[in-house]
DNA sequence: ATCGGGACCTGCTTGC
DNA sequence: TGCAAGCAGGTCCCGA
């Protein structure tokens, strides 16, 4: 299940394969992904990869002909192969590259999406996207003037891609319980001071498990090279009915939009 | 405008 | 044992 800081591990682990690379041809075994692979992408033949940047959490490839967007939904992963390497279930794309090997999109779940923008344009699913978490322009101030009036709990809040991108639901937890503040109070109600704590929790969250996945990805090219997780640490995603780490006290489970939460009901306020 | 709920999809876990 | 229900999760869409 990516969060951004598996994106962005995934990002710079296919770098360096796809860059100035070839796109000699695309092949697609499934196109009903989250939305269908438009056949922009399908025909792309000889597309020369110019970038390879990321936007919350989708994987741009810039080529010379137009803009390949890529999402991992929750079970989408890309892997550098040999070409002929046979393709299991749910290998749904192939990207051909003229060094020989090529990119695989697999997602046994479809929820990931193939989408194509020409260049110069931003694809309409990334107009009305909020700030990355890690820049300047997501701040404490900023997150407290978003948050007026607003009667929505904190916890989808801080999901919301308006108003800042690549907080899913296991960072969302952590980052709450990091910062002491209940996930369903309104978000509205929160002071900025408590706000500047939360900040520095998704800051911290997130630059943790990204320092993690860095790791694991020395060798991209490995067919069993998934991208690691960030399975330590985790205080309470997963961990309902344990003791807090904190206090001790088992925590609790809430629902937010059909979400799971865990909380401690005694270090969060 | 804002909010909550449903839908999408499949594999793994849980329960009868 | 076998099968069905429940759950996971990012994002869009719709109705209130």
């Known amino acids: 299940m990516p969060e951004l800081p598996e994106v962005e591990t995934t990002k710079q682990g296919i770098f360096p394969y796809v860059m100035d690379e070839k796109i000699t041809q695309v092949v697609v075994r499934q196109s009903q992904?989250?939305?269908?692979i438009p056949n922009t992408v399908q025909q792309l033949a000889n597309a020369v990869v110019v970038a390879v940047t990321r936007r919350a959490k989708?994987?741009?490839?810039?080529?010379?002909?137009?803009?390949?967007?890529?999402?991992?939904?929750?079970?989408?992963a890309l892997r550098i192969l040999p070409q002929g390497v046979a393709p299991?279930?749910?290998?749904?794309?192939?990207?051909?590259?003229?060094?020989?090997?090529?990119?695989?999109?697999?997602?046994?779940?479809?929820?990931?999406?193939?989408?194509?923008?020409?260049?110069?344009?931003?694809h309409a699913m990334l107009?009305?996207?909020?700030?990355?978490?890690?820049?300047?322009?997501?701040?404490?101030?900023?997150?407290?003037?978003?948050?007026?009036g607003r009667s929505?709990?904190?916890?989808?809040?801080?999901?919301?891609?308006?108003?800042?991108?690549?907080?899913?639901?296991?960072?969302?937890?952590?980052a709450l319980f990091k910062a002491g503040i209940h996930p369903s109070r309104a978000a509205g109600r929160i002071s900025l001071a408590r706000y500047q704590a939360?900040?520095?929790a998704i800051v911290a969250v997130l630059n943790a498990a990204l320092a993690a996945g860095g790791t694991t990805l020395k060798d991209f090219t490995k067919a069993d090279g998934q991208p690691g997780y960030f399975?330590?640490?985790?205080?309470?995603?997963?961990?309902?009915?344990?003791?807090?780490?904190?206090c001790a006290a088992p925590l609790k489970k809430a629902l937010?939009?059909?979400?799971?939460?865990v909380y401690c009901g005694r270090c969060q306020r």
């Not at 992904?33 to 269908?36: D, E, I, K």
């Not at 929505?152 to 952590?174: L, R, S, W």
């Not at 399975?231 to 904190?246: D, F, H, K, W």
Request: glycine fraction near 10%.
């Open 256 to 261: 937010h939009g059909q979400r799971s939460t």
């Open 33 to 36: 992904l989250r939305w269908p």
């Open 198 to 200: 939360l900040h520095q």
């Open 88 to 122: 299991g279930k749910h290998d749904h794309v192939d990207f051909l590259l003229s060094s020989g090997l090529m990119l695989r999109y697999t997602d046994p779940r479809r929820f990931g999406a193939v989408l194509w923008a020409p260049t110069g344009e931003q």
């Open 127 to 148: 107009q009305h996207l909020g700030p990355e978490p890690l820049s300047e322009e997501f701040s404490a101030a900023y997150l407290h003037a978003q948050a007026q």
């Open 58 to 76: 989708f994987i741009l490839l810039a080529t010379d002909q137009g803009q390949v967007l890529i999402h991992l939904g929750m079970t989408g």
């Open 231 to 246: 399975q330590q640490e985790l205080a309470v995603y997963g961990r309902a009915g344990e003791p807090c780490v904190n």
């Open 152 to 174: 929505k709990a904190i916890k989808p809040f801080i999901m919301d891609n308006k108003i800042v991108v690549g907080v899913g639901n296991i960072y969302a937890q952590e």
